[in-house]
């Protein structure tokens, strides 16, 4: 088993720690990672890993002072080995795992469609990163939208979220939704799912100057406006959707909004190293009248409880149809070869430098 881990205290710096595979017991299977994505969303798991429970899902091999975690990633992998009655080798998985090239899940909550992982150290976290999609079973499956998915699904399934959350809040009575960051995948989804409402308010994305062009090219944002530019922003009734962590510019539309701005929504952090601390990059969303860190899964749990499974997979399935046919248009796949690769990217992703159309997807066919 090779891991690639992070240390918890400095999210630049990493390693790849290999040991021999562990037995597995009965009722676990071995998971081969075939493939996964790596996101600006997967930093800020890095980011909140301590305070939201992200480290806790997939502990870090030969790390006796708990100083290193895996940052969790959304991909697929196929099922090598089998102690499991119901789940057979060979069978193909989506979900949520380390960056590895093994995992060993006991599954539990098992239908055609499932199941979940039942190993103890996962049950108090979010039940909807411990389930896995099979893929034999998946209705209208297609293999060639893989990356796509891996890319989108945790990114989009948020923005849905979002888009919900506001709308049955009316928008708050704003008259401008704006997004900080709007170049982020999970932004794009949020403003295309937006423009798509009758009722939705004017959408303004924030950005840096390099990528307006690009933001401006998507066709979802009513308007766009550089950070340098902060000054053009009209001082109306607004809702801040928050996807970067960057204190700066935040401090700076919060100021001149004043009493206009009636609620900051903290999703993100794409630019977690602009915020000073870790501590304080999330303690913004507690300290801060007004301010309020959005929390997918919570949203989640409350809608299948409100619509049921099958309402809240027909709902989510139409939008991410739809965002998977827009990103068509704009998203381009960049293919890393193996961990060893990816920690050149991984650093790039880290530091912000990787291009807003880009998708990372790290192929461990090889590992």
């Known amino acids: 088993m090779t ?8 999210l630049n710096q990493t390693r790849i720690i290999s040991r021999n595979s562990e037995e597995i017991n009965d009722d676990e299977i071995l998971l081969k990672i075939e493939r996964f994505s790596f996101t600006a969303n997967n930093v800020t798991y890095g980011v909140a890993g301590d305070t939201i429970g992200y480290w806790q899902f997939f502990p870090a091999i030969d790390d006796p002072d708990n ?17 499991n009655e119901v789940i057979e ?3 193909r998985v989506f979900g949520y795992f380390p960056p590895a090239n093994f995992l060993i899940v006991k ?10 992982d039942g190993q103890e150290h996962r049950q108090e976290l979010p039940p909807v990163y411990n ?16 990356n796509i998915r891996a890319l989108l699904f945790p990114l989009h399934i948020t923005a849905f979220c979002l888009c919900d959350a506001l709308e049955v809040q009316s928008y708050e009575g704003a008259s401008q939704i704006i997004i900080v960051s709007a170049s982020s995948k999970t932004a794009i989804g949020l403003a295309q799912g937006l423009a798509e409402t009758d009722d939705s308010p004017k959408i303004v994305g924030l950005t840096s100057k390099n990528n307006v062009e ?15 530019d902060l000054g053009s922003l009209s001082i109306d009734s607004s809702v801040i959707v928050d996807m970067s962590g960057n204190q700066a510019v935040l401090s700076s539309v919060q100021s001149s909004l004043g009493d206009n701005m009636l609620k900051c929504i903290t999703v993100g952090m794409t630019h977690w190293d602009k915020g000073g601390s870790v501590d304080e990059a999330l303690a913004q969303a507690e300290l801060q009248e007004r301010t309020e860190f959005f929390f997918a899964p919570a949203h989640i749990q409350k809608r299948i409880g409100d619509w049921g499974h099958d309402g809240y997979a027909e709902k989510t ?47 461990l066919s090889n590992d």
Not at 67 to 83: D, H, K, L, M, R
Not at 107 to 116: A, H, L, R
Not at 215 to 226: A, D, F, K, R
């Open 3 to 10: 891991q690639l881990q992070t240390l918890k205290t400095n």
């Open 67 to 83: 100083s290193w975690g895996c940052i969790p990633v959304w991909g697929f992998a196929e099922v090598v080995t089998s102690n």
């Open 89 to 91: 080798k060979g069978e």
């Open 107 to 116: 599954p539990i909550k098992v239908s055609p469609q499932s199941f979940s």
């Open 131 to 146: 389930n896995y999609v099979r893929l034999n079973s998946e209705e209208n499956y297609d293999a060639s939208m893989d």
């Open 214 to 228: 690009f933001v401006e090219s998507l066709g979802c944002y009513n308007q766009v406006i550089s950070y340098d």
């Open 317 to 363: 399935n139409a939008f991410m149809t739809a965002r998977s046919q827009q990103s068509r248009d704009w998203m381009q796949i960049k293919k890393i070869s193996g961990l060893e690769n990816f920690t050149k990217i991984y650093e790039e992703v880290v530091a912000g430098n990787i291009n807003p159309n880009e998708g990372i997807i790290v192929d």
